[in-house]
């Protein structure tokens, strides 16, 4: 799966708790992400790997988390003038399981520079099966 975000002139803010809706799809074998939720459910069990990267908006900071059922599996902060953040892990997952990028941190959450002819797809989700089981 290969996910990104593409909001042309327009920053995207990412409050706590909130899961960002990537809306563009690069690759989805297996079906496996819902571009209305945001979210990747597991179609097979196995060992996968995700990478999150982003760019903050302009003079603001971003806090985005990586998470499976709920659970957050890696953290990532990036601060102003313009941040990068990236988190990537490796996990074992079951079928069914829901993988998802939310914002944390009420004062931070996820301000994402906003997409243009020259700043396009910087705001992306990768995973892959690394192994099934």
């Given at each position: 799966m290969s996910v990104y975000l593409e909001r042309i002139?327009?920053?995207?803010?990412?409050?706590?708790?909130?899961?960002?809706?990537?809306?563009r799809?690069?690759?989805n074998l297996?079906?496996?992400?819902?571009?209305?939720?945001?979210?990747?459910?597991?179609?097979?069990?196995?060992?996968?790997?995700f990478t999150l990267s982003f760019m903050t908006a302009k003079e603001k900071?971003?806090?985005?988390?990586?998470?499976?059922?709920d659970e957050r599996l890696c953290v990532t902060l990036a601060y102003i003038p313009w941040g990068v953040g990236t988190c990537s892990a490796m996990t074992e997952l079951k079928v069914g399981d829901v993988v998802n990028v939310k914002g944390?941190?009420?004062?931070?959450g996820g301000n994402l520079y906003p997409s243009n002819s020259?700043?396009?797809?910087?705001h992306s989700l990768v995973g892959f099966l690394y192994k099934s089981l």
């Open positions: 002139g327009q920053e995207t803010r990412v409050p706590t708790g909130s899961v960002l809706e990537f809306n799809i690069r690759v297996g079906d496996g992400y819902d571009i209305q939720t945001g979210s990747f459910t597991t179609p097979v069990h196995g060992i996968y790997f900071n971003s806090n985005l988390a990586l998470y499976v059922n944390i941190q009420t004062n931070l020259v700043y396009k797809n910087h």
